[in-house]
């Protein structure tokens, strides 16, 4: 099969196409025939060599990628819960198990607690841009735990976690000031926000709120909308000054595979409950690098998702 490699830590030139064999399930595992995956920050550091702040062990050659969208192409053994030709998205979670395995590739061999059915109306390229931004957003947002009512700030809201915090929070029942990329003002709203703030915007004179899902993530600096006593989340570690004197709960998590909330989200988008991310280019395998470079250099509406076939 084709993959895409990182034959070494460093800039989008490190991606290589290169062949493997196809894979075989080990007993309870899945093979699914991928047809496409998104590219994330995570995947930039994985290739770029800062992943190893988390896994040091990591090292080229590997197949990175979380996210995927495909077909089950064979199983191994009964209780699977699957069976070949069914559709499916899933999340692999790189970080967890070393690197060992990644979503860039024309199949892998998963466990089937990393994915969930796929429906009809949800095409390979919108289910690739699922798994890992919406259970990021669900999972961030269960964390915080802000009762009914409740206001939260969430930066980032026109990229493709805060698209879905901010969905699943009006859903929530919470009051939802978003911020957003210059010009996404009007897409960020149709998502539901009750009030949009640009970019730009001075985050010390909004509030004071009590959460904050920093989506950017922007860092400290989106903590003085917080108000003491709030809950601040972010996507990446960061330090909050006088966090512990002003009483606030920070929460950082490493997505984490749920099967079950996964199935959720993908038929919550099925049925047209939340909008999927946007897609702003659609690439081939061979492109990959060029994808990577698309994603660095950032200012793009949507996420660039990748076809293997």
């Known amino acids: 099969m084709r993959v895409c490699e990182v034959t070494e830590f460093g800039g989008?030139?490190?991606?290589r196409v290169g062949e493997r064999r196809w894979p075989r399930p080990s007993e309870g595992q899945v093979v699914?025939?991928?047809e496409a995956f998104d590219v994330n920050p995570s995947d930039l550091a994985a290739r770029s060599g800062a992943a190893r702040r988390r896994v040091p062990e990591l090292q080229p050659p590997f197949i990175p990628g979380w996210d995927l969208a495909g077909v089950v192409d064979a199983v191994g053994g009964e209780g699977t819960g699957y069976a070949p030709g069914d559709r499916v998205v899933g999340l692999i979670p790189f970080l967890r198990i070393g690197g060992r395995s990644g979503s860039y590739a024309q199949a892998a061999a998963v466990d089937p607690e990393w994915i969930a059915p796929r429906p009809d109306t949800v095409d390979a390229i919108a289910g690739s841009t699922i798994p890992l931004n919406a259970l990021t957003a669900?999972?961030?947002?269960d964390l915080i735990d802000a009762p009914r009512g409740a206001t939260v700030?969430?930066?980032?809201?026109?990229g493709?976690?805060?698209t879905f915090a901010t969905q699943l929070a009006v859903h929530d029942g919470l009051r939802v000031i978003a911020q957003a990329s210059h010009d996404d003002a009007d897409w960020v709203a149709s998502l539901g926000a009750g009030e949009v703030l640009e970019?730009?915007?001075?985050?010390?004179?909004?509030?004071?709120?009590d959460a904050l899902l920093d989506a950017v993530p922007i860092g400290a600096d989106s903590a003085a909308a917080l108000r003491d006593g709030g809950v601040a989340a972010f996507t990446r570690r960061v330090e909050v000054p006088d966090a512990a004197g002003r009483g606030i709960r920070i929460e950082t998590p490493l997505v984490r595979n749920d099967a079950a909330a996964l199935a959720?989200?993908?038929?919550a988008v099925a049925e047209g409950r939340l909008q999927p991310p946007r897609i702003a280019r659609t690439l081939d395998l061979d492109q990959t690098a060029e994808a990577h470079r698309l994603a660095e250099q950032g200012g793009r509406r949507g996420k660039i998702?990748?076809?293997t076939a």
Do not use: H
């Open 12 to 15: 989008p030139e490190v991606l």
């Open 32 to 34: 699914v025939r991928i």
């Open 138 to 141: 669900r999972q961030l947002l």
């Open 153 to 158: 700030l969430i930066t980032g809201a026109s």
């Open 160 to 162: 493709a976690v805060g």
């Open 199 to 209: 970019r730009d915007a001075d985050l010390s004179q909004i509030g004071p709120v």
């Open 264 to 267: 959720e989200l993908t038929r």
């Open 305 to 307: 998702v990748v076809r």
